[in-house]
Nanobody, 120 residues
Framework: QVQLVESGGGLVQAGGSLRLSCAAS????????MGWYRQAPAKQRELVAT???????NYADSVKGRFTISRDNAKNTVYLQMNSLKPEDTAVYYC??????????????WGQGTLVTVSS
């Protein structure tokens, strides 16, 4: 089994910053793409950003230039630096990872979510 544990959420004023972390643990041979998704109240879950094992990144248009995704492969950890936060960034943020317990066996894993609230 593999677990993703997120941390770093909280309450921040508009214009402020937060840094989310997500650490993977368990039966891990390697980890492929990792990412962050978010779900606001009464809305569908949406992609925020992803990063491949080689470091290639992809961002939602709504966060480009404000959010930065990074990862530490040695620590099996992915980060999301969020700057210039807006009230519309308020959501539960979920970590996602494509994990491998062997070269031919993969499992997509989700974290439990961490709440980010941006006040105006």
């Amino acid at each position: 089994q593999v677990q993703l544990v997120e941390s770093g959420g909280g309450l921040v004023q508009a214009g402020g910053s937060l840094r989310l972390s997500c650490a993977a643990s368990g039966n891990i041979f390697s980890i492929g793409t990792m990412g962050w998704y978010r779900q606001a109240p009464a809305k569908q879950r949406e992609l925020v950003a992803t990063i491949t094992s080689g470091g290639s990144t992809n961002y939602a248009d709504s966060v480009k230039g404000r959010f930065t995704i990074s990862r530490d492969n040695a620590k099996n950890t992915v980060y999301l630096q969020m700057n210039s936060l807006k009230p519309e960034d308020t959501a539960v943020y979920y970590c996602n990872a494509l994990t491998f317990s062997s070269p031919w066996k993969h499992l997509e894993v989700w974290g439990q979510g961490t709440l980010v609230t941006v006040s105006s």
